[in-house]
């Protein structure tokens, strides 16, 4: 069955940096656009980074660009979300996301938390 397992989440200190993981099965990940999108306590879902299916264009949102950079294996059907700087607002749960013609898949999420 189709699985989205992310990982990497924890707790940062503001300055510091995470790395997230997406593992992805079930599917044909290298014809999947693959997204992260966050939702921090209290607060609605954002979209924070995507890319295409074949890594040849990446795109961030205005809150994280320039300090968080997006990139996928397709050999190993993984995608990244590196994240430096942090920022006590950038604590949120993170999701990745998988769509390709309409179809989309989510994972689980995982927290990360940045606080000194």
């Known amino acids: 069955q189709v699985q989205l397992v992310e990982s990497g989440g924890g707790l940062a200190q503001p300055g510091g940096s995470l790395r997230l993981s997406c593992a992805a099965s079930?599917?044909?990940?290298?014809?999947?656009?693959m997204s992260w999108a966050r939702q921090a306590p209290g607060k609605g879902l954002e979209w924070v980074s995507g890319?295409?299916?074949?890594?040849?264009?990446?795109y961030y949102a205005d809150s994280v660009k320039g300090r968080f950079t997006i990139s996928r294996d397709n050999a190993k059907n993984t995608v990244y979300l590196q994240m430096d700087s942090l920022k006590p607002e950038d604590t949120a749960v993170y999701y990745c996301?998988?769509?390709?013609?309409?179809?989309?898949?989510w994972g689980q999420g995982t927290q990360v938390t940045v606080s000194s």
């Open positions: 996301n998988a769509v390709y013609k309409g179809i989309g898949y």
């Open positions: 079930g599917f044909t990940f290298s014809s999947y656009a």
């Open positions: 890319i295409y299916s074949d890594g040849s264009d990446t």
